[in-house]
């Protein structure tokens, strides 16, 4: 609450705020014969408001990323989390002003960005977080490699051009490029036997 003393008579009353529009209203302050103790003048303020579109892309590719985005604000009280669908963006309803933005999504770094929203769109780019899986199959017998042909499914890997979905490997070993903490299948056919099926692995993470 502010207090302020003037002299009777007529006033322009002004407030700014940070997030605000400004506002203007006339004031008249009575005489002491028309009015005597304290005028107490109640303002409502409207934010500044605007539709902010936020998409979360792959950094190499530009393809958008399904992840998790957390929005705050030092300036007014604002805290929100969405979700950033892999077919475009989410919109979110705020004020202008500076914005901090986390970002998380399975298989990429964690990302944290500040924003002064003054437009709509905002794209976030994050950075793969990649592991390097080396499978083999080995005759049970003979202990020598088997050749195999390996196929891999999982979120995003044929999007983001990870590798290809079917991999001939002659000399029974066969390098896999993943993303961490994602679950893929891997299934493997080895020649003149019968196909195995691998489980799913949740977290599948090596050393790079």
């Known amino acids: 609450m502010a207090v302020l003393q003037a002299p009777w008579g007529s006033y322009t009353l002004q407030a700014t705020a ?4 400004n506002y203007t209203a006339p004031l008249t302050i009575p005489s002491p014969g028309e009015a005597s103790g304290t005028l107490e003048a109640n303002l409502t303020l409207e934010m500044h408001a605007t539709t902010l579109l936020m998409r979360v ?7 958008p ?13 604002y805290e929100a989390t969405v979700d950033t ?8 309803r705020i004020t202008s002003g500076r914005y901090v933005i986390h970002v998380v999504a399975p298989g990429f770094e964690p990302k944290n960005v500040t924003i002064d929203v003054t437009g ?19 005759d049970s017998i003979t202990g020598a490699l088997v050749p195999v042909s390996i196929t891999v499914s999982g979120p995003l890997y044929q999007t983001l ?30 020649s003149n036997h019968t196909t195995t099926q691998e489980p ?9």
């Open 57 to 63: 892309v792959d950094s190499e590719t530009g393809i």
């Open 200 to 208: 799913s692995r949740s977290h599948l993470e090596t050393p790079q």
């Open 120 to 138: 709509n769109t905002y794209t976030i780019n994050i950075s793969r977080k990649l592991s390097r899986v080396t499978m083999s199959l080995v």
């Open 18 to 21: 940070s997030a605000y529009e």
């Open 161 to 190: 051009g990870l590798g290809n979905t079917t991999i001939l490997a002659a000399s029974g070993a066969a390098q896999l490029v993943l993303l961490q903490g994602i679950t893929y299948t891997i299934s493997i056919t080895p």
């Open 65 to 77: 990323i399904p992840a998790k985005a957390t929005v705050t604000s030092s300036e007014i009280p």
């Open 85 to 92: 669908p892999p077919e475009g963006g989410t919109q979110l």
